[in-house]
Nanobody
């Protein structure tokens, strides 16, 4: 069983920055994709950023939702089992619970989520 734990959320002013972390209990050769999702109250969960395992282990080439492209960056700590989401130029509409997701060949796992609130 893989455990995913997010952290780094909090309250930030518009235009500010936060860096989210997702720590996996283990790495696996069966990992296919890592992704960040977010869900605001009353809204469906949406994909924010994702990266194939083959590329996440080298120089990152993630894909991003149009709403965050140019402001958010997904990356990996090559010395551990941690994936990051650097969020810059935050807007009130970025307010949501952010979730880490990992897809393997035969299963997928979700973190518990971390709250990000962007407000003056």
């Amino acid at each position: 069983q893989v455990q995913l734990v997010e952290s780094g959320g909090g309250l930030v002013q518009p235009g500010g920055s936060l860096r989210l972390s997702c720590v996996a209990s283990t790495s696996s050769s069966s990992l296919l994709l890592m992704a960040w999702y977010r869900q605001a109250p009353g809204n469906q969960r949406e994909l924010v950023a994702s990266e194939l395992a083959a590329t996440i282990r080298s120089v990152g080439w993630a894909t991003y939702a149009d709403s965050v492209k140019g402001r958010f960056t997904m990356s990996r700590d090559t010395l551990g089992n941690t994936v990051y989401l650097q969020m810059n130029s935050l807007k009130p509409e970025d307010t949501a619970v952010y979730y880490c997701n990992a897809k393997y060949r035969n299963s997928e796992y979700w973190g518990q989520g971390t709250q990000v609130t962007v407000s003056s």
